[in-house]
């Protein structure tokens, strides 16, 4: 694991002096995501970086790493772990490897396959996102793992360079990076607490959607590359096997995930938050190891939030070396910290613990597995079953709809608090009096349209400022899945599972030198579930049925019964208790002033109502406490 680095000029230059310091101080920003070892390399139109945080192959895998003739140089982030089958093929092809590193595999890979770069990244199962230079035909690749577990920056500047990098941050250190915001980003981000790829918070930097690879050539214009998928599974041929037939099977193949993920030269042990989907991980991974598998949790005084018996009883079941902290308002203190790392907007609340989860599992452990995708493959949010329920009523004429549920909205009084019934109702109505996209949207929206719209100083300076954020009509557009609810599982596994899930795991776990493994997105299971039948995953009255299936035996009853519960933050009770005054300081003016963005006396009223109780703007307040924070360290700094 790794973060890397590099920069790719369409003409010649004349010497590497300059590469060498420019990518020094690229790579210098990425410390975090390696502190084992530092790697730089420059030719005459080229230069990689590479900080490493060594897992496999640790004493040989020193990066950017050459062929035997140095015409091919790659930095690469991440694990291949089917490296030693594909490294067995490559002997028998006669390749010679000097190292045990999975990075190697790479190079001889994209050799045998004479630099076609489609049929080399389709043999690759792995997290992983890398920069390829192939010096002889002059030629950058940049290529990004199916599910985009590891992130990957570009930009294209004016002068024809190239530059890329596994975060926004070591990007920014090129002097050359315009930093002109992104309007529609913002918008997005107010929408849905993250930024979905290929935009970033910035006009001139791009994110490498997942599964897709983007080449470069000398002489070439830059601007005209575009990236190309090659992966996407197919929802739309449907397997015929029974219910038990597919339990067993997508047993085997998650058992084959876990064991895949097991390999590590260093301390490896795993995430359990008390779910069924890293309850089943975790055991499974006790199956394949020999000693107690060293466990870990956060949980919160809160009790609503707080699933610290659930893991209790899975780790005592599966007989694992067990460890929990708890985490508390002063914790805020990380969130300065984290905001710089993400290096654009981003307020998924549940970003707090998932960094104290992997603050508190690296001081353990190097390596962690985690149950992260489990819900968008099985069917495990409650949205999937209340979109089953829209599907019957879209019978009724939207119109009828949306007057009946604005109606019953208007009775109801205003929620002051976040996962009550109340609050449940209230967004269940919105969501059947909306189309179904945008009905869909609410339940992961921050703002509504017509709340953007209020907010914003110059709302016309945004291009779309609607319910349904663009990135989302082109992945359903593009989509394979039919069937009314797997159209939105489609969706969240190619937008929401990458852009927030992913994304802050990733930046979490790096920011403590941690790598995470996820068994659940292993491409063959993720393949397998998308080709099952949508009533084997969610339904009236049930989720994750399946997964409860194959579960039998592997955790205990109560675990594996359990509904499902986010990993958040009780933000209404700290934002009225110990976080009062932060929240207060909200509503000052100078920070909205110099952003030029949003309207003041907006943002003062959201937190004048939330303070006095009468509703909870808490997820508003977040997502503008982290938006000021980002303006802070990152925004206004030119």
Known sequence: MCGITGIFHVSDGDGTAPWHDLLRSMTAALAHRGPDDEGIEAGGFWGLGTRRLAIIGVPSGHQPMANEDRTLWVTFNGEIYNHNVLRRKLKEQGHQFRTAADTEVLLHLYEQCDGRVEPMVRQLEGMFAFGLVDVSRRRLILARDRLGKKPLFYSVLPAGEVVFASELGAILKHPGVPRELNRQAVDDYLNLMCIPAPDTVFRSVQKLPPSCWIEFWQDHPPSAALAQRYWRPAYERKSSLSLNDAAAQARDILDRAVVKRLESEVPLGAFLSGGLDSSVVVALMQRHVRTPVRT???????????????ARLAAAYAGTQHQERVAEPRDLDLLRRLVKHHGEPYCDSSMLPTALLCQFTRQHVTVALSGDGGDELFGGYQRYQIMWLQRYLQAVPLRWRRAGCNLLLRTLPEARA?????????????????????????????????????????????????????????????????????????????????????????????????????????????????????????????????????????????????????????????????????????????????????????????????????????????????????????????
């Open 296 to 310: 870990f949790t956060v949980g919160f005084e809160v009790e609503r939030y707080d699933e610290r018996r659930y």
């Open 418 to 638: 976040p996962r009550t019934t109340l609050a449940s109702l209230r967004r269940l109505l919105a969501a059947f009096g909306s189309e179904d996209v945008a009905g869909y949207a609410g339940f992961q929206q921050v703002f509504s349209a017509a709340a953007r719209r209020e907010l914003y100083r110059e709302p016309d300076q945004v291009p779309c400022l609607a319910d349904v954020p663009p990135a989302w009509e082109e992945i359903l557009r593009q989509g394979s899945a039919r069937e009314f609810v797997e159209r939105f599982m489609e969706l969240d596994l190619h937008a929401y599972l990458p852009s927030d899930i992913l994304a802050k795991v990733d930046i979490a776990s790096m920011m403590f030198s941690l790598e995470v493994r996820c068994p659940f997105l292993d491409h063959e299971l993720v393949e397998f579930m998308a080709a099952l039948p949508r009533q084997y995953k969610v339904g009236p009255g049930y989720r994750k049925r399946l997964l409860q299936k194959l579960a039998r035996g592997l955790v205990p009853e109560p675990v594996r019964r359990r509904g499902k519960r986010g990993f958040g933050v009780p933000l209404a009770e700290w934002f009225r208790g110990d976080l009062r005054n932060v929240i207060r300081e909200l509503g000052a003016t100078e920070t909205w002033d110099a952003a030029g963005l949003f309207r003041p006396d907006v943002v003062r009223r959201l937190v004048e109502e939330h303070l006095a109780g009468t509703r909870d703007h808490s997820f508003r307040l977040w997502a503008l406490l982290c938006l000021k924070l980002w303006w802070e360290e990152v925004g206004s700094v030119r």
